[in-house]
């Protein structure tokens, strides 16, 4: 069975449940008609490891100066900026897809993250965070005591 492009349900949302959700909460109430959207909007990624809380964007062409990640009250917000390039007089743009402006993500974080321990990295356009757990919140084991 294949699905058709009249299907109620279209086959990347049949491949990815998720993607309906990527694409209903990346509307762009800017979106020009034309292949390109007004804003820069990156892509973020959030995982938990054993002993801490990964955060990774892609950030190409976005300079560390432009981006600032702060910590306040158990929310990490991430803002920055990616700068449009000058048009030059007689240059003829045929296609012009990237994406340039200012973006702001927040994330809640668990109780189990401990705000001391916060390490952030900008490499080759990919920003890390990570936040580090609190001991007490790691699990252990727990011997039996001999009666």
């Known amino acids: 069975m294949s699905i058709t492009r009249n299907s109620q349900t279209p086959a990347r949302y049949a491949r990815d449940p998720f993607t309906f959700a990527r694409d209903l909460f990346g509307w762009d109430p800017f979106y020009d008609g034309r292949g390109a959207a007004a804003a820069f909007n990156p892509h973020f990624e959030v995982k938990e490891t054993a002993d801490r809380f990964v955060v990774r964007a892609d950030l190409p062409g976005v300079e560390e100066k432009d981006v600032d990640v702060s910590l306040h009250n158990g929310v990490l917000s991430i803002t920055g900026t990616r700068g449009s390039e000058q048009r030059q007089e007689g240059e003829a743009y045929y296609v012009h897809e990237r994406q340039f402006g200012a973006f702001s993500r927040s994330f809640a974080l668990p ?19 990570t936040i580090g757990k609190r001991t007490e919140a790691k699990p252990r084991k727990i011997a039996f005591k001999k009666a």
């Not at 401990?114 to 990295?121: I, N, T, Y």
């Open 111 to 129: 109780d189990t993250a401990d705000g001391e321990k916060v390490e952030a990295s900008l490499t080759t356009g990919v920003l890390t965070v």
